[in-house]
């Protein structure tokens, strides 16, 4: 994240490849659950044998024997919807659900997050130097209205594509962050409202933040837990 | 490690009826597949066997397809499985196993039956153990040269046939992704593992799953954009190891080719996009850093693997290539942009879809749907009983749930239970909009955190 804070965001998780490094972000929507971005891996069917997600640590290379750190292996990837560009991270096992550790709410089906909500952004990812990258890193950032958005990405931007605005100083996801969550506030609850995908640059001043609305697939989601 | 079935060539679904004048095979008895195979190889006499799934019966069978009289016909409920030796155009070693029924030599002469003994008086005459029957070329003195025959000509006593051996019959263009010989040894000479078998090796190119991949018994096949065909092998010890085969002289022309844009998976795509998606600039395929691999171009002369340029050599869903980041090894090129006639193809739906009543079985990775009123390798939840009104027929892609991406079906891989169907909404047909609802907001128990833990962080 560049531009953020050290802080807490219990339900992002860190994907870790073979050599259990840190690769994107995700975010726990069940206990066995986790939510990413289909950019973030080579396949639908790829082999995830040795893949793990990392939780309930605030730290990019936590030690092993860190008490809080829960790391699970994958046993499954599920590809959202082609358009999506969203996928679904089976677990070997469920995560152990704690003040570290917490399930993020989906929003209701088609829901619009209203213009001006704050939201975060969380991650282990870059942070050009803006802020500790051996950290989990925060930022706020408020949602900017589709029409507005719009017009700025000059007619570019699809219904299932959600912005947040471009603030001054530069503060946006970053290399590494990709597949995290976009958490909003609302009605005391952090709704997973989007999932951070990859931009051509990092956080640019002029620029809106993108991200995928995950509103519109939370019909799947659920058909895919289910199944 | 080798299973029996091994010396089997299998026909899904069909059934073999033999000439009206054959006297009826023995009765049926219970057993497994392989057990089956265990005993028609142990009888000389066997050819074939049917083998009904359902009841795990099998019945040997002293004809297989190329008998005289001898009839395919399709069943749902029966297997076959015929010797090799009987169905291989092609030979192994030196061919001493053929069974085929060439009756020529190489020089076009005609056999003479193994039985007669004029024009050509001699020695090797027919027994129901030694193979000899009709005038068809066979090996019964291990010529190195292959099956022989005496001919018909009193002046050429006997003749090669000149049958190929099984690595040089059929040849490969490319990486040999289209392959379907016979050939079933690796180059070190292992046998090779049937692809409808998950020992000695687990593995996930089931056949079902990839019909158009060609994965039948235990031929070396190339499912996966590798060098060249190969195959899992029986010895517990290798994994899996190439085959020789022989190269076609003539390159194939390129088909579908695109330069603005892409046409299903982007095979075809000989455009110059050379970044990721985020702005990263491709990796040469010529270079082995920052990532090693083993697209180097030399090797897939096929695939046009020029400068950094996204492409798809081995049948991923998008053109891709590597990273110059050392700490990405891949990226997607998902940026290209679709070729608009793609987007305008003959099948599409309207609205969700609940109203398709197309033909596509397919889903949009190329894995064949179950048929909606199976129970394998999923137990449906939805199916022609539970959704009469949904005309879930064979397995034809719908929307029986109203689901908002589209028609879908349950998948023939055991691991992926359901996915979404290869079609496009119709252009024109209009979906509302999702900006203009707005619901209640209700939530569960989640989506809490410790703020204390928020402020101590910072």
Known sequence: VVGGLPGNSPWTVSIRNRAGLHFCGGSLVKEQWVISTRQCFSSCDADLSGYEVHLGTLFKDPSPADPDLQAIPIIRIVCGPSESHLVLLKLARPAVLNKRVALICLPPERYVVPAGTTCEIAGWGETRGTADGHVLNVAKLPVLAHGECQAMLRGRLKESELCTAPLRAGVGACEGDYGGPLACLTADCWVLEGVITPSRVCARTDQPGLFIRVSLYVDWIHKVMRM | ?458
């Open chain 2, 1 to 458: 490690h080798r299973s029996p079935l091994n010396d089997f060539q299998r026909l899904r679904g069909t059934e073999l009826r033999a000439a009206p004048n054959e006297p009826p095979p023995p009765a049926a008895e219970r057993g497994a597949a392989q057990q089956c195979a265990q005993r028609c190889a142990n009888s000389p006499a066997c050819r074939a066997f049917h083998h009904e799934r359902q009841s795990q019966l099998c019945q040997l069978l002293p004809w297989s397809q190329h008998s005289p009289g001898a009839r395919l016909q399709k069943n749902i409920h029966y297997d076959l499985y015929q010797k090799k030796d009987f169905l291989r155009e092609c030979i192994v070693a030196n061919g001493t196993s053929y069974r085929g029924t060439r009756d020529t030599t190489e020089r076009g002469l005609r056999c003479q039956h193994w039985r007669a003994t004029t024009p050509h008086d001699h020695r090797f005459l027919p027994s129901p153990r030694n193979g000899l029957e009709e005038n068809y070329c066979r090996n019964p003195d291990r010529d190195k040269r292959g099956p022989w025959c005496y001919t018909v000509d009193p002046n050429v006593r006997h003749q090669s046939c000149g049958i190929k051996k099984c690595e040089d019959a059929i040849c490969m263009t490319c990486n040999g992704e289209d392959y379907r010989g016979f050939v079933d040894h690796t180059e070190s000479g292992t046998e090779c593992q049937r692809w409808d078998l998950q020992h000695p090796h687990k593995h996930p190119y089931h056949p079902d799953k990839y019909p158009e991949k060609g994965l039948d018994d235990n031929y070396c096949r190339n499912p996966d954009g590798s060098e060249r065909p190969w195959c899992y092998t029986t010895d517990p010890a290798l994994e899996r190891e190439f085959c020789r085969i022989r190269v076609c002289k003539k390159r194939p022309r390129p088909v579908n080719v695109t330069t603005g844009c892409y046409r299903g998976k982007g095979e075809g795509y000989r455009g110059r996009v050379n970044v990721t998606v985020s702005g990263i600039p491709c990796q040469r395929w010529d270079a082995q850093t920052p990532h090693r691999h083993h697209f180097v171009p030399s090797k897939y002369p096929c695939k046009d693997l020029q400068e950094n340029y996204c492409r798809n050599p081995d049948g991923s869903e998008a053109p891709w290539c590597f990273t110059t980041r050392p700490g990405m090894r891949v990226a997607f090129c998902f940026h290209i942009r679709r070729c608009d006639d793609e987007l305008d193809a003959q099948e599409c739906y309207h609205g969700h879809g609940e109203q398709y009543r197309g033909h596509v079985s397919k889903t949009r990775k190329g894995i064949t749907c179950q048929k909606w009123d199976a129970t394998t390798p999923h137990v449906p939840q939805i199916s022609p009983t539970t959704h009469p009104e949904a005309h879930l027929e064979e397995n034809y892609c719908r929307n029986p749930d109203n689901d908002s991406h589209g028609p879908w079906c349950y998948t023939m891989d055991p691991r992926t239970p359901f996915d979404y169907c290869a079609i496009k909404p119709c252009s024109g047909s209009a979906v509302p909009s999702v900006l203009e609802s707005a619901d209640a907001v209700t939530f569960e128990e989640c989506g809490r955190r410790d703020e204390r833990l928020q402020r101590k962080g910072r």
